[in-house]
C-alpha cells in the first residue's frame, strides 16, 4: 500500500486532527499544513486545526497567511494533552516533539511527514525523505494520488512552497520537485504567485541587513556578522542570502539577539562544509541548531549570556565576542581576518 493510501485510511478513523507547525512556521510548513487538512476534509474530518507557536514575521510568511487567508490557531499544550480517543496530531516539515516545536516531549504523535534531516521519530504514519526538496513536494504527491482535485489557492500554496525552499528549483532540486511544480502549475493564480514573491519590506529589515553588512568578519570563504538586538527575527536569514552572495564568500553566518534569545542563521556553498551540524556542534550545549548542508538556523537563551551584565551594549559585546569565537573555532579558521 502506498503511503498517501495508508495516511488516508488512518486519517479515515478520526473524528479530529490537530495539525502542529514547527515554531515560526515558513512556507513549506504553512502549504503542508493546508494540503494535509484537505485531505483530511476529503476522509471525513470535520475539526481541523493548524496551529503554531512562535511569529509570523517574515513579510513572504506574513503575505502568505494573508493572502491565502490561513486559518490559523496559537498552540497551547492543552490542545495536545488532552485529545479524545478520535483526535489526530501530526507534524509537518518537523518531526519530533519538543525540536523546534513546543509539544512536550515524549508526547505521542499520530503523523509525521517531513523532509529535514532527524533522528528518533515515532509516529503512527511517517514519510521522511530527505532527498526531497520540501515537505510539500511531499503533500502534492498525496494530492495528485488521491484524486484530490487542488482549487487555485491550494496550489498556489504548494508551487510557492516549493519555489522557496528549493530557491526557484537551485538548492536541493529533485524530479519529484519538477514533476509536482509542473502539476500545480496548472492550477495556481500566477498573480498571485507573484505578490507572494515580492512582498514588501520593513524599515527594520533594511537596518538589520545594513548591520550585518557594515558588520562582516571574513576568514578564509567564511564570513560571520551580526545584527545586534532587532525585532525583526527573519532579517537574520535574508542578511545570510544576501551576505552569501559576496564575492570570494562560501558560508556566511549571521546571528543577533531577537527578544530573549539570540538566533543564528547560515548558509553555504561550501561542499566541505556542512552547516546545519556545524552550528549543531558549535551550539549543541547551550541551545538547539541545525538544519541542511548548505541552510541551517539555532536559537540559543539569552539567559547565560544576560547573567554576566545588565548592560545592553555591553551584552552585546559579550554575545558577539562568543558566538564569533565559537563558530571561529568550530569551523576551524585562521586569524586571518579582514573586516
Known amino acids: 500500500m502506498s503511503k498517501a493510501a495508508q495516511l488516508r485510511d488512518l486519517l479515515g478513523e478520526a473524528s479530529e486532527l490537530n495539525i502542529v507547525c514547527h515554531n515560526n512556521p515558513d512556507p513549506d510548513c504553512l502549504a503542508s499544513a493546508l494540503a494535509l487538512g484537505r485531505i483530511a476534509a476529503a476522509a471525513g474530518i470535520d475539526e481541523r486545526h493548524i496551529l503554531y507557536s512562535g511569529d509570523i514575521s517574515h513579510q513572504q510568511n506574513r503575505a ?43 508526547t505521542p504523535v499520530d503523523v509525521v511527514i517531513d523532509h529535514h534531516p532527524a533522528e528518533g521519530i515515532d509516529a503512527r504514519f511517517v514519510d521522511h525523505r530527505e532527498d526531497i526538496g520540501a515537505t510539500a513536494t511531499i503533500l502534492t504527491e498525496y494530492v495528485r494520488e488521491l484524486g484530490i482535485e487542488p482549487d487555485d489557492s491550494l496550489a498556489t500554496a504548494l508551487l510557492f512552497a516549493i519555489r522557496r525552499e528549493t530557491l526557484e528549483f537551485l538548492r536541493g532540486t529533485t524530479s519529484a520537485e519538477y514533476e509536482a511544480g509542473a502539476f500545480l502549475h496548472e492550477h495556481a493564480d500566477s498573480d498571485l504567485l507573484r505578490q507572494l514573491s515580492s512582498p514588501s519590506v520593513t524599515g527594520a529589515t533594511v537596518d538589520a541587513i545594513a548591520t550585518a553588512i557594515s558588520n562582516r568578519l ?43 534569545s539570540i538566533h543564528l542563521s547560515g548558509r553555504s556553498t561550501d561542499p566541505r562544509v556542512n552547516i546545519g551540524d556545524a552550528l549543531d556542534s558549535a551550539f549543541e550545549d547551550v541551545g538547539s541548531a541545525g538544519g541542511h548542508q548548505d541552510m541551517a538556523g539555532g536559537e540559543i537563551p539569552l539567559g547565560i549570556f544576560a547573567d554576566f551584565t545588565t548592560d545592553d551594549t555591553q551584552l552585546l559585546d559579550i554575545v558577539e565576542e562568543v558566538i564569533t569565537n565559537r563558530l571561529v573555532a568550530e569551523l576551524n579558521l585562521s586569524d586571518e581576518s579582514s573586516g
Open 218 to 260: 571574513t576568514r578564509a570563504s567564511v564570513l560571520i556578522s551580526n545584527v545586534g538586538r532587532t525585532s525583526e527575527r527573519d532579517a537574520l536569514p535574508q542578511a545570510a542570502d544576501y551576505l552569501s552572495t559576496l564575492e570570494g564568500v562560501e558560508t556566511a553566518i549571521v546571528f543577533g539577539i531577537v527578544d530573549g
Open 64 to 106: 502568505f497567511v494573508n493572502l491565502l487567508d490561513v486559518d490559523l490557531q496559537e498552540f497551547e499544550t492543552a490542545s495536545v494533552r488532552d485529545r479524545s480517543a478520535g483526535s489526530l496530531l501530526a507534524f509537518v516539515d518537523h518531526s519530533v516533539p519538543g525540536a523546534n516545536n513546543r509539544v512536550p516531549e515524549g
